[in-house]
């Protein structure tokens, strides 16, 4: 039996944060019912012990919906499925624990068991939990995570052939790597072949490329999608990540709220494009936003991965562009990505082989990576396996009329830098779409709505100031 014994807090530095995955949130199933004094902020008082072993009989896996464990179904050797929310891995019982992302009960619930689990029975120990990038930092930079290679024995080598950012997301302030992904998300912009054809006389992705080349070029051919009665994208928020993605700078500087240049263009662009009636300020996934997955919709493009238009488009009903095949994809004017789920082995799992088995299996073995794409249409987090397949010419996507966007994902994939990434993104990004929300509607200048980010995001983390 290999032990290990290691301090177990939470450190102060975990914001309260609402997790959004892939896909975005499902209803509660297995809900965990955290105490009434839980919230996501324990501190380094409530410190303890826990070990890291194995002969566990029960395997803990917490997850805020149903697309890692249905991956595990699928593709995990050796799964035998018994119940919705429980399974058997050889002699070990799989117990699923959902709790959806909903007023940030994820991670409340996710937290509580944290702070319990060195006194907690052996069957109730949480083994191994998902994180989201917008929470990841929360969670590697405690001691509540594991280190992957040293603690769990994954190899180095197993490991190599998955890409940079993906590994950087989940190191802690030390470089100590504390997690691992079986996909990768970059994005691009998503377009419809019919209207594309109308306005722009083509809809093959390289010569789109050509015309949304970058910004500037994006509002020209916004103009001329508005002259023809059509909506540029849905919702300004759509471009938000993609601007947001690609700051140089952090949303906090030395304990001060930090506004990125690049975030002030896409204010700037949004406002002019708002007054020109090319697009709007839909809420994302809003019944208003998605209208435009419709035939009898009005919008060009949206921006996302392979999960978007794979899981989030409406593909799969009567009347939808996905459902013959009416999207294609290109780059757009920037790279950027949007999303993923992280593996974390937990401090004080008894059951440390079996979790770094599943993290090996499922996020890095290249038969299996490649089986995920072909299957389930994600983007697999293995260089190997992504570039065959962006060369097969046999690989197509329904959805993109046939199209393999592999090649546009992986050309991209190389220049996503997470060196601006901190553990007050999620706040600040949500609190600023939201106050820019009222400049763009007319009903507040801006300075006004800096004034309402500024509050909110002061309410939220005390700590920070202007």
């Known amino acids: ?89 050889g002699d070990v019982k799989v117990k699923w624990t959902q709790v959806a992302n909903d007023d940030n009960a994820y991670q409340q619930a996710l937290d509580q068991a944290l702070l319990n689990q060195a006194d907690a029975k052996a069957d109730d120990k949480v083994d191994m939990f998902l994180v989201e990038a917008d929470c990841a930092l929360k969670y590697v930079n405690s001691d509540y995570t594991v280190d992957v290679v040293n603690d769990l024995g ?28 079986w996909q990768a998300c970059p994005a691009g912009m998503i377009y419809r072949r019919d209207i594309a054809k109308k306005v722009f006389g083509t809809d093959d992705p390289d010569k789109i490329q050509e015309i949304f080349s970058d910004w ?18 849905a919702s300004v928020n759509d471009a938000y990540r993609v601007f947001s993605n690609n700051v140089t700078s ?57 999960w978007f238009f794979n899981f989030s488009m409406n593909a799969d009903k009567d009347g939808s562009v996905g459902k013959d095949g009416g999207w294609a994809l290109c780059k757009g004017p920037q790279s950027f990505y949007w999303g993923g789920t992280w593996i ?20 890095t073995d290249e038969s299996i990576m490649t089986d995920i794409v072909k299957q389930d249409n994600d983007f697999a987090n293995n260089k190997a396996a992504m570039d065959k397949l962006s060369k097969d010419k046999s690989f197509k996507n329904s959805i993109l009329g046939g199209q393999n966007p592999l090649p546009i994902f992986c050309d991209g994939i190389e220049s996503i830098d997470l060196s601006n990434l901190s553990s007050y993104d999620q706040g600040c990004n949500e609190e600023f779409q939201n106050a820019m929300k009222d400049y763009f509607d007319g009903n507040a200048d801006y300075d006004s709505a800096l004034d309402q980010f500024y509050q909110a995001v002061e309410t939220k983390y005390p700590e920070l100031t202007h």
Request: hydrophobic share 35%.
């Open 1 to 89: 039996m290999r032990k290990k014994v290691l301090s177990v807090l939470l450190c102060t530095a975990m914001a309260a944060t609402m997790l959004t995955g892939c896909g975005g949130s499902s209803d509660d199933t297995t809900k965990d019912k955290a105490t009434s004094g839980a919230t996501s902020g324990a501190t380094s008082e409530q410190a303890s012990k826990a070990e890291v072993s194995d002969g566990g009989k029960v395997l803990n896996i917490r997850v805020w919906n149903e697309e890692f464990r249905d991956r595990v179904i699928a593709h995990y050797p050796g799964y035998k499925k018994t119940g919705k929310w429980t399974g058997k891995i």
């Open 154 to 181: 994954v190899s180095e080598d197993s490991l190599s052939n998955q890409y940079k950012y993906t590994q950087d997301i989940v190191r802690d302030s030390k470089g100590v790597l504390k997690g691992s992904s």
């Open 216 to 233: 500037d070029a994006f509002k020209d051919a916004a103009a001329k999608l508005k002259d023809k009665g059509y909506l540029a994208t």
């Open 250 to 306: 952090k949303w906090v500087e030395d304990g001060k709220i930090n506004i990125d240049e690049n975030i002030k263009t896409w204010v700037d662009m949004s406002k002019e494009m708002v007054d020109n009636k090319e697009t709007s300020t839909y809420e994302l996934w809003s019944s208003d936003w998605s209208k435009g997955f419709m035939k009898n919709g009005n919008v060009f493009a949206y921006f996302g991965p392979a």
């Open 344 to 363: 974390c082995g937990a401090n004080g799992t008894d059951n440390s082989s079996l979790v770094k088995d599943i993290i090996e299996k499922m996020t």
